[in-house]
């Protein structure tokens, strides 16, 4: 070993010693902390995650910056203030004409039917004018923070979602006295209503304190309608347990089906009821199928970092299903994050000549960051920054952070919506199994999240060929294995065009799909299920490169559910039907330990 080479592992035996010694302390080890952190360094830690606490985890200098670059070039474009006062006038003048003639409607030519003003009741006077004066209202604060010239385009689009939130904040529908159908409610209840909104809200809150309830029988639960696929718990470590389901069919193709699900929510998405199992519908059709159930992390998992989360996570369990079949190959599933951390795994097993994989698979999962959606709103270094922070206290990102960060990317439906509905009108939304397992989250270890927001998000190392796994650097291009790869129309956390990147990042036949719905009830998109349709088409790895656009043009919708064409296209990939193997091996490292669901999955 060189010089160089003992220095830097002495240097890393330090800090890693030091951490052990030192888990009382509210610190979290970061790869930019090269040096000790001091008492000065501690204080500033200190005071960031109380502002972090203070925000709700929002960097505020990323707004302050923000609205400085779109405030100054607005101040020096005449013609764009003009065009503001001109529209604002034209705005004014069409509130007034409304007002004074009784039967306006409340739509414009200009404005997109909103779900919000749909009903009966917002189509009369005067909440049909209120309306209406809103969605202008919008529409021109979105003018005024767009199309400013010389302002960045982060900026400008950071501006325009908080502009949308604020004037969302004060829509006539989130008023008792200015919403048609909270009134009509009152008046034929009573005002009942209210009193069951009342209700509800003493229950919420009561809740989010974490006060201690008596619960009844609750209408979906883990293990008794939720994730009831027959299988066991053969592996288990200090990061997964993995599942191997029981066959249900006679004979099974060799190749197992090894899923990754996203860390940041429990597994048995994949599992949800027994109509619309993913896993349930691959063990059907003749697959032996292997699912990660992480571990929800605590303080004490503070330094689970990347590497632990590949090598515990995917490589443990690609080893045990292996083992278990007794098969060269398998067939490798990522869903979201778990998409992400397979893709680092799959192009570091082929760097490095590992060749068990059969094929890839990612659903709705980005290997490149640069178009990520809503969430690059708020991803940059001050932010990042700010959540490592936040995060050195406790050790970990609470799920209640990341609810709350969800929830403002929708909050027409996820804030306002719920709000009116349980508060106004006193109703509770009617439970589902996706609803269920939505509110089942999990926590993030600091060291995993700060190193996947600042080499994933924050500098796209994966897709610029930069991501290090053990210290060597990975490409996307090695891995040539048949990919097949699912977009969602309407995914806000991973959307289509940026997982579509796919086509030109690898070297190797893809089959793309892109399904209606979103991020995650496009992928739980079982047959049968109505109103459900999706594109589909091979690229072969010589074949020419079409932009997303192109692609859409190309392909046409058919209805129905993609699972079945991914069963075909599994099928075709797969050696012949053989007796499937036993659940677990007969002794040692894979013997089955318990019953799926396992554990790990009820950890809260």
């Not at 094929?359 to 290997?367: K, M």
């Amino acid at each position: 070993m060189s010089d160089q080479k003992k220095m830097h592992k002495s240097e890393a035996d330090q800090t890693i010693l030091h951490f052990k010694k030192s888990k009382s302390v509210d610190l979290v080890s970061t790869p930019e902390m090269a040096n000790p952190e001091t008492l000065h360094d501690r204080l500033d830690r200190i005071a960031h995650a109380g502002v972090a606490s203070a925000t709700s985890g929002l960097a505020p200098s990323v707004l302050a910056e923000a609205w400085l670059d779109w405030a100054t070039h607005l101040a020096v474009s005449p013609g764009k203030q003009l065009r503001l006062m001109e529209q604002a006038l034209q705005n004014t003048q069409a509130f007034w004409a409304a007002s004074l003639g009784a039967g306006a409607s409340n739509t414009s030519p200009d404005m997109a039917p909103d779900r919000r003003f749909a009903s009966e009741g917002w189509q009369k006077y005067p909440f049909s004018v209120w309306s209406q004066a809103h969605q202008q209202s919008w529409q021109w604060w979105q003018d005024a923070m767009t199309d400013v010239h010389g302002v960045t385009p982060e900026h400008e689009n950071l501006m325009a979602f908080v502009a949308g939130l604020i004037i969302d904040k004060n829509a006539p529908s989130n008023f008792a006295l200015t919403n048609p159908d909270v009134i009509s409610a009152t008046i034929s209840e009573s005002g009942q209503n209210l009193v069951r909104g009342a209700k509800n809200l003493a229950e919420d809150l009561i809740a989010k304190t974490g006060a201690v309830q008596q619960k009844g029988p609750q209408p979906f639960e883990v293990g008794v309608n939720l994730a009831t696929a027959p299988g066991k718990v053969v592996f288990r470590n200090d990061l997964i347990e993995l599942i191997q389901y029981a066959p249900v069919t006679g004979t099974v193709h060799p190749e197992p089906i090894l899923i990754v699900p996203a860390w940041i929510m429990k597994y048995y998405i994949l599992d949800l009821s027994s109509h619309n199992s993913l896993v349930r519908f691959l063990v059907s059709k003749g697959f032996t199928v292997f699912i990660v159930s992480w571990k929800n992390p605590d303080a004490d998992d503070r330094n689970l970092g990347m590497k632990d989360y590949r090598k515990l996570g995917v490589m443990d369990a690609m080893d045990a299903a292996l083992a278990i079949t007794k098969s060269p190959k398998l067939h490798a599933v990522g869903y979201c994050l778990g998409g992400t951390l397979l893709s680092i795994a799959a192009a570091a097993m082929a760097r490095d000549g590992d060749a068990r994989l059969a094929s890839a698979t990612f659903l709705a999962a980005q290997v490149d960051f640069s178009e990520a959606g809503p969430l690059r709103l708020f991803i940059n270094d001050s932010q990042v920054t700010l959540i490592e922070d936040m995060m050195a206290g406790k050790g970990y990102l609470s799920s209640d952070q990341m609810a709350g960060a969800f929830a403002l990317l929708r909050s027409r439906d996820l804030i306002w919506a719920p709000a009116i509905r349980d508060y106004f009108l006193g109703e509770r939304g009617e439970s589902f199994d996706l609803m269920a397992w939505n509110a089942d989250a999990t926590r993030m270890p600091a060291r995993m999240h700060s190193e996947y927001l600042r080499k994933l998000y924050l500098d796209n190392d994966l897709a610029a060929g930069r991501y290090r796994v053990d210290e060597k650097a990975i490409a996307i291009s090695d891995i040539r294995v048949p990919i097949f790869a699912v977009g969602t129309v309407d995914d806000h956390v991973a959307p289509w065009q940026s997982v579509y990147k796919l086509h030109i990042l690898t070297d190797t036949d893809v089959t793309f799909v892109l399904t209606s719905g979103g991020h995650n009830a496009g992928i739980v998109s079982e047959p049968g299920h109505k109103g459900r349709e999706f594109r589909i088409s091979d690229t072969a790895a010589d074949a020419a490169y079409a932009d997303p656009e192109d692609w859409l043009a190309r392909n046409a919708a058919k209805s129905g559910s993609w699972w079945i064409d991914f069963v075909s296209w599994l099928v075709a990939r797969s050696g012949e039907l053989a007796a499937p193997p036993q659940l677990g091996a007969q002794s040692g490292a894979y013997k089955a330990l318990c019953d799926a669901p396992g554990s790990y999955v009820m950890q809260q």
